[in-house]
């Protein structure tokens, strides 16, 4: 073979390499371009990060975090109130009143991480209420709670998150023992509440299941000296309060997410003392369905806007709500 043979099969060898090599480089970057960026949005991920603006009772936050969350909430409250009125000695008449209470309630609520497993939270709502079939009307500070989030045990990857929770209602607004029956609206309960339960949560890529048990146990109010329609009211002991609910969340978009939740309550019986009888109220069982939607401002900022109505006569009719976190110098969510 002449020096032009191998000058020419050096060449064709060459090529064939160059081109082997071209091909192994166009793989390589197909590879790197649909592999996963750390700066890309992760579905999981994101999805939880909706799930904590919509469910803050389900979630934790990190040592040292803090969280200050604006809420707005509607209901519409309409119920005919049966009242037995004392007429004559041991005579007693049944007065039927019809109320409509539209209940407006701008809220602040303060999560603050003492640890990485413990959060600690604390609500602020100021209450504006008007029953319009009555044309009256309150505003005032509503019930202040506080609540710990403890989660026992750590997160675990296809495994469902428990958090056990405590929280303890002060009767910070107007109680409807202190005030008019005939002239007034409460804006609070009028007794102090301490609770417990615990929250549960299971991401299943693109859906958040969740649901909660819980117990509260409501004080008895004494002193109260009350006049309802000729009698005096001089004690309360308010029934106790089993919670339950349960819901999913989904997300359609990196952006948009739906969420749908039921939630139940079955309170004991009250008891009222009066100066002389006891009367005991049949036990009440409120449900509520309820539907959000979670838009995404901003890679930190969720917007939740919520719809629902009551499912038994102990339930409001109506019910809509607003939350967004606040950016504060100081306060901003870390």
């Known amino acids: 073979m002449d020096l032009k043979g191998f000058a020419c099969i050096a060449a064709l060898a060459w ?38 603006a ?21 209901t519409l409250m309409r119920d005919t109130r049966i009242q037995a009125v004392r007429t004559g000695e041991n005579v007693y008449s049944v007065l039927a009143q019809s ?24 609500r602020l709502p100021f209450v504006a209420k008007y029953d319009t079939e009555r044309d009256i009307h309150a505003y ?24 056990l929770y405590a929280t303890l209602g002060l009767p ?8 008019n029956v005939e002239n007034d609206v409460s804006t609070g309960a009028g007794y102090y509440s301490l609770g417990g339960g615990a929250n549960m949560s299971y991401v299943i890529d693109p859906v958040v299941l969740y649901g909660s048990l819980g117990y509260t146990y409501n004080m008895k ?21 089993i919670n339950f609910a349960m819901g999913m969340a989904y997300a359609l978009s990196y952006d948009v997410s739906l969420a749908t939740s039921y939630q139940m309550a079955y309170s004991f019986k009250n008891k009222y003392y009066f100066n002389d009888r006891t ?12 539907f959000s939607l979670g838009l995404r401002t901003s ?4 917007v939740n806007v919520n719809a629902g109505f009551g499912l038994t006569e102990d339930s409001p009719d109506v019910l809509l709500g607003l939350s967004l976190p606040l950016d504060i110098q100081g306060l901003k969510a870390q």
């Open 140 to 163: 005032s500070l509503g019930d202040i709670s506080t609540t710990l989030r403890w989660q026992p045990w750590a997160a675990r990857r296809g495994a469902p998150v428990t958090t």
């Open 279 to 290: 009367v005991e109220a049949p036990e009440q069982t409120s449900a509520i369905m309820n």
């Open 299 to 302: 890679p930190d900022y969720i």
């Open 54 to 74: 919509a469910e803050k009772s389900y979630t934790l936050l990190k040592k040292g975090e803090r969280q200050l969350t604006y809420g707005f909430d509607y």
């Open 99 to 122: 109320e409509a209470q539209h209940t407006f309630t701008n809220s602040f609520t303060f999560d603050y991480g003492i640890w990485d497993n413990l959060t600690f939270s604390m």
């Open 221 to 241: 109010v004494d002193n109260i000296h009350q006049n309802q329609y000729g009698e005096e009211l001089q004690k309360v002991v308010p029934g106790d309060t």
């Open 15 to 52: 090529l064939a390499s160059a081109g082997a090599q071209a091909e192994e480089a166009t793989t390589d970057e197909a590879r790197d371009a649909l592999a996963k960026k750390d700066t890309d949005a992760d579905s999981a991920k994101a999805l939880e990060q909706v799930f904590q």
């Open 172 to 179: 910070t607004g107007d109680s409807p023992y202190d005030t």
